[in-house]
């Protein structure tokens, strides 16, 4: 199994700046590709923005130019840097990760960290 743990998050002003991140943990794995998704308050969970192993990146076209995605393979870590933070962009953060254990690959979730943007 694989374990996901995130950090930071939190409130902000519209306008400002925050950096979630995202740890991965276990035995006998690799990762493909890891992500962040958001839930908004009563809708659906969405892709914000997704790297994988050879550092490709996709952003969600309401984050383009303000989210940054950035990945340690090294160390199986996962980073979003968040700026210009509007009011929409609250919701309950997602880490993702696409991972092969023991030869099975599946998708795993970290718990959520919320962010939430006041106008």
């Known amino acids: 199994q694989v374990q996901l743990v995130e950090s930071g998050g939190g409130l902000v002003q519209a306008g400002g700046s925050l950096r979630v991140s995202c740890a991965a943990s276990g035995r006998r794995f690799s990762i493909r590709a890891m992500g962040w998704y958001r839930q908004p308050p009563g809708k659906e969970r969405e892709l914000v923005a997704l790297?994988?192993?050879?550092?490709?990146?996709n952003y969600a076209d309401s984050v383009k130019g303000r989210f940054t995605i950035s990945r340690d393979s090294a160390k199986n870590t996962v980073d979003l840097q968040m700026d210009s933070l509007k009011p929409e962009d609250t919701a309950v953060y997602y880490c993702n990760a696409e991972c092969v254990v023991r030869g099975t690959a599946g998708d795993y979730w970290g718990q959520g960290t919320q962010v939430t943007v006041s106008s």
């Open positions: 790297i994988t192993s050879t550092s490709r990146t």
